[in-house]
């Protein structure tokens, strides 16, 4: 009896000790099935999303997974080669040169060397020294005053805005660090673009932010306050980029912080409308005019447009022009389709504009059919990250390179493919305190220069191996590209790519 009543009172106390444990847990599933019906009940109600009325709950999940789809592609799914933009080997490359870690592979190329497409370079027995400070090229036509000496590979344009300031600072510090010239994008130059006073070229776009006066027009007097700052060395019009020519774009008042506004010269919270065309000019003769005007005010600093080309007949109306007004600029970049942007729309993206190497032969044909070609510079960009590509771009007519997203890449960009949306994870192209936070532009100054210099440095070894001394002495049949015959031709054979 006593015994019975001993486990009587130690069952008690067990219950007084463990009861208010099952209660909280019962209480946390209750909860949880409470917030499944609700949701189960709001996913038959809702009429928006046809997979959440049909399967409540279930539903979801594919949305999420859908939401992790690129990740998955990108560390479970792609090869080193197949990747896009960018596949694994490219961006691997990119990473370890700004982090300046080994860059070699070993075991031999993971490339199939026989396939339709394979591209090399004509090497010799006998290399010649290439000392990599050289390579340099320097732009400035006959009536230019003041030409700039460039290093044949450069930051492409990417304004702030579309880029955090972290992001502009590091890739401005960097490119001061290596001397190289950064372009400032189309969004004007902030004071991320000043702090360490490296090299820029200015960009103008149809919103002339920077140089725009109250009604969003071109200001002569504002342009000429900027262009003649020493730090501008060099000022690019640009009509069209590669991943949407022809398109405007929005930047919507929401996102316009006080800094961006200073940089734009643009009013605090209203959105800001760049329209597709130039306001000062909507012919060929008037973008002359346009050229003209801004080398007398900016003191003959270098002129250049940005275009992504459309037709061969209009560039070639544009050298004709050329000849005839006796106006020519002392640089044309020029983009490919393959080129990057901050947003485009998927058409415009996918099928407007012509390829970066289709472009440079035709317009390279028209430059020397008109003996242009001398007085003008080009600047290619599309996908040119490593030194072959690089090298196989100046050998089919271009003097130098520009890179968008491999400097992005060098400043911790994963191709988390979210540039649009404000949220990229590494604080590059987004303007969310949250996330730039995360970049340091200490630190991702030295990577941007790194890569830089590596690159180039692999620049000088591949022509050292050509037997050549500059970039300057590449030509087309120093690439053989394999035909769809199966057979190696030269790119001077195939037209233009
Ligand atoms: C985030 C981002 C922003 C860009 N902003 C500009 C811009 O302001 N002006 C411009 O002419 N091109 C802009 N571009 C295009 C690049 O300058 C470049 O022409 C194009 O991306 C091709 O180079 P890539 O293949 O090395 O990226 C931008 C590209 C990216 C990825």
């Known amino acids: 009896m006593r ?9 008690l106390i067990c219950v007084a000790i463990f009861l208010p444990l099952i209660q909280i847990q019962l209480m946390w599933i209750s909860l949880l099935l409470v917030s499944f019906v609700v949701l189960g009940l709001r996913d038959m109600q809702q009429a928006r999303h046809a997979i959440r009325r049909n399967y409540p709950i279930l539903g979801h999940f594919r949305y999420l997974l859908e939401s992790i789809r690129p990740e998955i592609n990108q560390y479970f799914v792609e090869s080193n080669t197949n990747g896009m933009p960018f596949n694994r080997e490219i961006r691997s490359i990119i990473y370890q040169r700004a982090k300046k870690q080994n860059d070699a ?19 010799t027995m006998f290399p010649s020294a290439v000392v990599p400070e050289t390579l340099r090229t320097t732009i400035g036509g006959p009536h230019c005053k003041q030409p700039y000496n460039s290093s044949i590979f450069i930051v492409s344009g990417m304004s702030f805005g579309s880029l955090s300031g972290a992001a502009i600072e590091a890739l401005n510090k960097g490119a001061k660090l290596g001397e190289f010239i950064h372009n400032s994008g189309e969004g004007g130059i902030s004071e991320y673009h000043r702090k360490h006073g490296g090299d820029l070229i200015w960009q103008i776009g149809t919103g002339y932010f920077g140089c725009r006066d109250i009604h969003g027009r071109f200001s002569r007097e504002k342009f000429i306050a900027v262009a003649n700052d020493a730090q501008v060395k060099m000022i690019e019009i640009k009509i069209s980029q590669g991943a949407k020519p022809g ?4 930047l919507p008042g929401g996102k316009i912080t006080e800094e961006i506004s200073l940089a734009r010269g643009v009013p605090l919270n209203v959105d800001v409308i760049s329209p597709g065309t130039h306001s000062e000019f909507s012919s060929i003769d008037g973008l002359l005019d346009f050229i003209e005007e801004l080398r007398d005010l900016s003191h003959g600093k270098p002129i250049g447009v940005k275009l992504c080309l459309g037709s061969e007949s209009e560039f070639e109306q544009l050298c004709k022009e050329m000849v005839k007004k006796q106006i020519v600029p ?17 058409e415009f993206t996918n099928h407007v504009g012509l390829p970066l190497y289709d472009a440079l032969f035709i317009i390279n044909k028209c430059l ?37 997203r491999g400097m992005m890449m060098a400043l911790g960009c994963i191709q988390a493919l979210k540039c649009e949306s404000n949220k990229c994870p590494v604080g590059i192209a987004t303007q969310n305190p949250s996330l730039t936070k995360g970049l340091v532009p200490a630190e991702k100054s030295a990577r941007v220069y790194s890569y830089h210099k590596k690159t180039i440095d692999s620049v000088a070894k591949m022509l050292s191996v050509m037997g050549l001394t500059h970039t300057s002495e590449l030509r087309p049949f120093h690439i053989l590209k394999r035909n769809s015959e199966g057979h190696l031709t030269s790119a001077e054979s195939a037209s233009g790519s």
């Open 3 to 11: 015994n019975q009543a001993k486990y009587a009172f130690a069952l």
């Open 330 to 346: 002392d640089f044309i970049s020029l983009d490919g389709a393959e080129g990057g942007t901050g947003s485009s729309s998927v």
């Open 247 to 250: 398109l405007g774009g929005m």
């Open 105 to 123: 592979i070993g075991f031999g190329t993971r490339h199939d060397v026989y396939a339709n497409g394979h591209e090399c370079i004509t090497h």
């Open 368 to 404: 020397k059919k008109y003996s242009l070609r001398e007085d003008i510079k080009i600047i290619a960009s599309g996908k040119i990250t490593d030194g072959f590509d690089i090298i196989k771009t100046i050998a089919q007519g271009s003097d130098l390179c520009a890179s968008a």
